[in-house]
């Protein structure tokens, strides 16, 4: 017999959040319990009963797959995974025609590590990650088959830099306390102190890297390297920011009016680092968009989230969207209009991207449905 208990019939000191409980028979003996977000066990004395790892993150990982393609690559995925316990719950793939690539994300579901799942034991079953991978591997020997690996066995971390305006900002911190952003705020970092306030009340710790006239100017010397070649050198506030982001799996640009330099990018991969620009590029790159897109009388204005490489505002397009304006808008109507934009298509970015739905392939992304 199966029923359920709504969280009005349980007296609980742990959650405020609601929940279901759902017990068989013979439930009562094996303590098992099934909650949307996270995991709860019957209390034993002094033992907190609250696990600080989310379900999801115990037993559902990603792989995706680019490369040329060819016979057998699904056959061989689907071999391994099932060969080590693992299940399929979702499968996506896309094949560029003309030039002839393949681009897969499979989502399965596992047993992790310690074979914990839902408070039971079941290390039998627990799948040996490494060896997965190297099965997989081995299974294309020619190395041209590129697989991304999650296990997901752990929240993500953001790092996210920002300079005043707040409208970004105020989107990820208030889906991060609802718990409606799949991953944590370890830390948010400005060139100015004006929003403390905002972020220390959510309880994120908050660093100020502030750049000074004398560094900018320091910032764009050259150094000698020992080949003799030139390079930037990379600026305080940078080295700074990169102490402060060691930790983080992706940096959010959430309106950071500051570029970045090429010494500073080359610390992440090309994937690592999302932008959000206040336009629809290619169009109106640079600084002052919503400006530009008035003097020329557009009909729709944009926003677009992108991977950030070395040249301003060119990377890898992961999201975007526009609305339309007319000629009776405003520069300050336009920038009403487009924070609206901005917050949206930013967050679907980050979403895609902590969901593994981004395969980066040379300038552009292919980007798997929700």
């Known amino acids: 017999m199966m029923f359920s208990i709504p969280l009005a019939a349980i007296t609980s000191r742990f959650f405020s959040r609601s929940f279901t409980v759902s017990l068989s028979s013979s439930g009562f003996a094996r303590k098992r319990l099934f909650i949307s977000t996270r995991t709860f066990t019957t209390r034993k004395k002094g033992k907190a009963s609250l696990s600080n790892r989310d379900v999801n993150y115990q037993r559902e990982g ?28 979702k499968h996506e793939q896309w094949t560029d025609i003309r030039q002839n690539m393949f681009f897969s994300r499979v989502s399965f579901h596992y ?19 490494i060896a997965c991978e190297k099965d997989l591997t081995d299974a294309f020997p020619s190395n041209e088959l590129k697989a991304l690996w999650d296990w997901r066995d752990r929240r993500k971390k953001l790092g996210i830099l920002v300079s005043k305006y707040d409208h970004c900002l105020w989107e990820l911190l208030l889906r991060h306390k609802a718990r409606e952003l799949d991953a944590e705020i370890h830390v948010v970092i400005s060139n100015h102190d004006t929003l403390r306030p905002v972020v220390e009340s ?6 100020v890297t502030p750049i000074s006239k ?8 050259l150094e000698e390297n020992n080949t003799g070649t030139k390079k930037s050198a ?3 506030h940078e080295s700074k920011q990169l102490e402060l982001l060691k930790d983080v799996d992706v940096v959010i640009l959430a309106r950071y009016m500051q570029i970045l330099s090429p010494v500073f990018l080359d610390h992440f991969p090309l994937d690592r680092i999302i932008n959000i620009h206040h336009s629809f590029l290619p169009a109106f790159i640079g600084s002052s968009p919503y400006h530009q897109a008035h003097e020329r009388g557009v009909k729709l204005i944009g926003a677009t989230a992108h991977y950030t490489t070395k040249v301003l505002d060119d990377g890898p397009i992961i999201e975007q969207d526009v609305t ?4 009776r808008d405003s520069v300050k109507q336009l920038i009403k209009k487009g924070r609206v934009l901005e917050r949206n298509v930013l967050l679907k970015a980050i979403e895609a991207h902590l969901d593994d739905r981004v395969i980066v392939h040379g300038s552009r992304c292919v980007v798997f449905g929700d």
Do not use: M, Q, W
């Open 214 to 221: 004398t560094e900018s100017i320091a910032a764009a010397a």
């Open 62 to 89: 990603t792989l995706r797959l680019v490369g040329p393609d060819s016979h057998g690559i699904l056959a061989a995925c689907t071999e391994v995974l099932n060969r080590h316990n693992c299940n399929i719950v």
């Open 234 to 236: 990379l600026p305080l």
């Open 111 to 129: 047993n992790n590590d310690n074979g914990v799942i839902y408070g039971e034991k079941n290390n039998s079953d627990a799948v040996d990650k």
């Open 202 to 207: 959510f309880g994120i710790p908050f660093h």
């Open 324 to 327: 339309i304006v007319s000629h």
